[in-house]
């Protein structure tokens, strides 16, 4: 769709100056950042404004405090190379970090390689600066002292009014500033493959890890059939040796300050796959290509190829990943239709799955059936107990304990931005 105007501001006074007058209009705002959300929440609505923040490209270090902030066009890319002289990064990446921005990521909440420690994006997450729909700006977090030396709190000032605009999808306002923790860069990795037979003990490696504190920045759990997938397309690019893979595999990757602690951690993590009954099994390639090109490699593959895809990113507990995987291969095997899943541990106690159900764009029957597919996908996953991360619309049609939690949050939509001229209806339809 064709908007009505493209807009690019450059300052954040600009920002509130185009809601002020979106407000007065009564016109549709789309907020774009670096535009790579894969579920459409940037496709413009006809005569609507696209505020492309791109030019918002401010970063201060608060070396002192642990933090920086960036601006709402700072792409983590961007961010890593600042931050690399002085030692520090923040730790988690998004796959689409060249171009993804980090306000973009803390909007639809996302995660990446890093999440299996750290957690998603909104654990890093100081403070933020918002342009309300009607033009308004408001700064959360410690920095909303403006005595406060920057951002060291996030907990500030009653309650997490910060986390009520994260996955808000630009349905919100407009963050304009965004202020995150950051980390001593790690120095130390060690990559390794466990295999294991069946999928409860593949499951309970993942728990293990967490519960004996193995740093796993990054753990993926992949079905062998999925994974000689991936090795079919990826495997020679990576150097991944041929491997008989077996039916169930974790890729970890372990980092640590310390090498001392990457010892530890190392040994640890084969002593808990031996103990469990799985073998260690050594390929280091897969986990490392994972991990170093952390920032665009993997992603870029599935473009190379030229895929159309619906993707219903969940998370799951660890314990019950094969609930998912069961849901997706019976609903791919009910509509005939192909696809894969991907996923990593994601910080507390949680696993982020992303299957993904492909089409071919020219077959429009082929098309809706991925559409029926990926709806009724959304609501048997539901019931296994699993949480979107994003509140995308397929995930409460027809969910009916949700309606409550659904009606607050439209009334929370409503008070925040009367007009509905913010992002409609990306966030739960509304
Ligand atoms: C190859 C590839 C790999 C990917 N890998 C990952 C991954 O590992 N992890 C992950 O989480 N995601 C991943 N994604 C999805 C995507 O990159 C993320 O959703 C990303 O956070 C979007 O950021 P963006 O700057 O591109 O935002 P956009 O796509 O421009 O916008 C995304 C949403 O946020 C809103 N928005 C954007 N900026 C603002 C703002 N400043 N204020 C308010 N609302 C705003 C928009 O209105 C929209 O609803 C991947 C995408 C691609 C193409």
Redesign the pocket.
């Known amino acids: 769709m064709t908007p009505g105007a493209v807009v690019r501001p450059a300052s954040t006074e600009e920002v509130s100056r185009i809601l002020r007058f979106a407000n007065d209009e009564a016109i549709t705002v789309?907020?774009?950042?670096?535009?790579?959300?894969?579920q459409g929440?940037?496709i413009p609505k006809a005569d609507s404004i696209v505020v492309e923040?791109m030019r918002l490209d401010r970063m201060a270090l608060h070396e002192n405090l642990r933090s920086v902030t960036v601006g709402?066009g700072v792409t983590y890319g961007v961010l890593d190379k600042f931050l690399k002289p002085n030692d520090l990064w923040v730790p988690i990446y998004?796959?689409?970090s060249l171009?993804?921005?980090v306000?973009?990521?803390v909007?639809?909440n996302?995660?990446?390689p890093g999440s299996s420690t750290y957690g998603s994006i909104a654990e890093m997450v100081l403070g933020l600066e918002v342009v309300l729909p009607n033009g308004e700006i408001i700064q959360t977090g410690s920095e909303a002292n403006p005595n406060a030396p920057g951002p060291f709190m996030r907990y500030a000032f009653g309650p997490d009014i910060t986390g009520l605009f994260i996955g808000s999808?630009?349905s919100l306002g407009?963050?304009t500033k965004v202020s995150l923790k950051v980390f001593k860069r790690m120095h130390h990795f060690d990559y390794n493959t466990y295999g294991f037979d069946d999928s409860s003990k593949a499951e309970r490696f993942l728990l293990e890890l967490r519960n004996n504190d193995v740093n796993a920045l990054f753990a993926t759990l992949y079905e062998g059939r999925i994974l000689n997938f991936f090795m079919d397309m990826l495997g020679d690019e990576y150097g991944i040796p041929k491997h008989e893979w077996p039916a169930y595999t974790v890729s970890v990757t372990i980092g640590r300050t310390r090498e001392d602690q990457l010892i530890s951690d190392a040994e640890e993590a084969k002593r808990i796959c031996s103990e469990l009954g799985g073998e260690v099994i050594g390929v280091r390639e897969l986990p490392r290509g994972e991990w170093t090109d952390r920032m665009w490699v993997f992603?870029?593959s599935?473009?190379a190829h030229g895929w159309h895809w619906r993707i219903l990113y969940h998370h799951q507990t660890p314990i019950n990943w094969h609930k998912s995987i069961d849901e997706i291969w019976k609903v791919m095997d009910k509509y005939g239709l192909l696809g894969h899943t991907a996923g990593f541990l994601t910080d507390h106690s949680s696993y982020n799955l992303y299957p993904m159900i492909f089409f071919d764009p020219a077959d429009k029957e082929e098309e809706q059936k991925a559409r029926r597919a990926h709806a009724e996908l959304a609501l048997r996953l539901y019931e296994t107990g699993a949480v979107p991360f994003k509140l995308a619309p397929y995930w409460v049609d027809g969910v009916k304990d949700l309606e409550r939690y659904i009606e607050f949050v439209k009334s929370v939509k409503r008070l925040l931005d009367p007009k509905g001229i913010m992002?409609p209806g990306?966030m739960a339809g509304v």
């Not at 789309?30 to 894969?38: C, E, F, T």
């Open positions: 789309i907020p774009r950042g670096g535009g790579s959300s894969l929440e940037v923040l709402a998004p796959e689409s171009v993804c921005t306000a973009g990521n909007a639809v996302g995660a990446g999808l630009g407009i963050i992603a870029r599935s473009y992002n990306v």
